[in-house]
Each structure stands twice: as C-alpha cells, then as structure tokens.
C-alpha cells in the first residue's frame, strides 16, 4: 500500500533538499604534488628514462591521489638550483634530484624551503628534509666484468667513462677485478668524456677504444650510442641503466638496469600517509634495484654459469666486489686478505685498482 506523504513531511523534505544544495562540498584531500629533475632527456634510453619509469610507476600506483610534474636535460650547476627552487615555489611537496650534480643545489634549496620535502639521488649530503637514495651499480659491473673476461678475444676492454666520482670509479674498479678473476691477461682502457649524455662524445670514445684494440665496450654514460657502434662493428657491448638491446640485438651481452620504480613508490606512498622522513638508502641485486638484462643468446654455456653464480652470489650475501686482497694502483695495500671494503670505502673511493693503466682526470 503506497503512504501519501503529509503536507509537514513535503515541507521538511524540501527544507533539507534546500540546504543540502547550499551548504559547501567537502573539502576533497589535497593532491599531493611530486616532481622530477633529470639531467638529460628522458628519451635518453638509459638513466634519466629509466628515472621516468619511476614516475610512470607512481602515476599509476597513486592516480588521481598525485600531481606529478619533471623537467628534463637540467645542467649541474647553477641551473639546477634554480629549476629546483622554482619547483619547491610553485607547489611541490616531494622533490626527487636524480644525478651526482645536483646535491649541492638541493641542499641549498632545501634549507630555503623546510616544508617541502626532497631527495637527491647518488650523492651523500642529508638534511632533515632531504633523503638521500643510491643504487649498488658497482655490483652490476661485477657481473659484467666477469662476462667481459671470459668473452674478449684481443683481452682488451673499452670502458667509457663519464665522470671521476666514487660512483664511477668504483664501478670501474669492480668490473676490471671481476674480469681480470676469470682472465689473467685482460686490460682495461677507459676515455673520460666529461659528460653524462653526449652521444657524439660517447660514439667517439668508442671509436677511439676500438681503434686501441678493444672488442668488448662498456659504459658509464648513457645514451645508446656506444652499443649502436659496436652493433656496427660487429664487436660485444653492455647497456647501461637500461635495456639497450633494440640498438645493439647482436652486440649486446647484457645491461645493468636501474630499477627505480619500488624506491619511488615507496617513498610516495610515505609522504602521502605522513610516514616519510629523511634517510639513506643504498640497495643493490639483493632488493632487485640493480638488475641484469636477459643474457644474449650468444653467451656460451659455461659463461651463463659464470655470470649467473656470479649475480646470485652477490644477492645472497656470499659474494662481495670488493673483498681482499686488493691493492691500490700505485701498489699499496687497501684490502688485507677475505677484508670486505665498508660502505664507507666505496664512498670515498678516488683511485683505481692495482693493474689499470692510465690515471683519473683531476
């Protein structure tokens, strides 16, 4: 049986329809602003796209919950902080600096602004709004080393190399050791281009390093470039920060690919639920940031085995890069036999190891 609604009813119902109309929405939670400075173009297929990747990944997690914003091919220098204060003015909460450059600037920036918050990629300066975050690539260039040992014909191996900071010079120092493990005989030439992403730079050096002989290139720069040479030359190749194989499908052995999309995740999902503070964090094999791309199918059996025991051990624990005895370039002792290098060692490393020839740029 249908109830007729009472005149008082209809007039009560139009009153609260009334104010329900007038009273104001609920204040929707704020978007959360993160923001990204790259110091080359994301379309570099190497390490600030694999950094954009961390960004697509969040978008993805958070959706409408963020508002991301990046600008790309940033100078280190005063460039740099200026990108960046003008980020932390116009709104965003969560900064991330992605290259060894720009720690000074962030720093400086940071104590501009103590309520945004910022983390600063590869470098060691914290504040208490500023984290800091690294990967173990050192650990990656083992594997390779061993790789490259086992695979070089002349025993020479091109290494192009950007700048002599401790990251770079320790993942140097770690892929000769690891080679020169499975290969007594093996050299390493390293041509320093002074520069993250030139890719008529890094063609050069490859250039120059196979006229020197090598047949096998590794990279800490990070375009495409120098796999595409050796793709041309018919000679062996890794990729770095990213998967390179679609401009190298015969020279490439593997590459170390920098996974940082859980880091990213992690630490938005901390800024939006109130937990995030400031940190360091180093991660490497073990917590899957540093990855190896599949071997190529040119790899013999034995060196699969190799490469493969050699990532595993590292992820275990059972195998460390850097374990004595090892000495310095000119001779002296810094690693006593079954000594593991600290954290604190790799951090400060500025020499090359007992058997690489050459001498780091000042």
Known sequence: MRILATGKSIAAAAFAAAMALSAPPALA???QKVSFVYVGPIGDHGWSYQHHQGLLAIKKEFGDRIETSYVENVPEGPDAERVIDELASTGSNLIFTTSFGFMNPTIKVAARHPDVKFEHATGFKQAPNVAIYNARFYEGRHVIGVIAGKMTKTNIIGYIASFPIPEVVMGINSAYLAAKSVNANVKFKVIWVSAWFDP????????????????ILMQHTDSPAPMKFAEEKGIHAFGQ??????????????SIVDNWSPYYVKRVRALLDGSWKTGDTWDGIAQGT??????????????????????????IGAIHPFTGPIRRQDGSEWLKAGERATDKDLQSMNFYVEGIEGSLPK
Do not use: C, H, Y
Not at 290 to 315: N, Y
């Open 29 to 31: 939670e704020a978007k």
């Open 200 to 215: 008529g730079k890094e063609a050069d050096a490859a250039k120059a390093l196979v006229d020197q002989g090598a047949d």
């Open 241 to 254: 920060a990213s998967d390179m194989a679609q401009f190298g499908p015969n020279a490439q052995l593997t």
């Open 290 to 315: 540093v990855a190896l791309a599949p071997w190529s199918k040119s790899l013999p059996e034995d060196v699969v085995r190799l490469a493969t025991a050699a990532r595993d051990g590292i992820a």
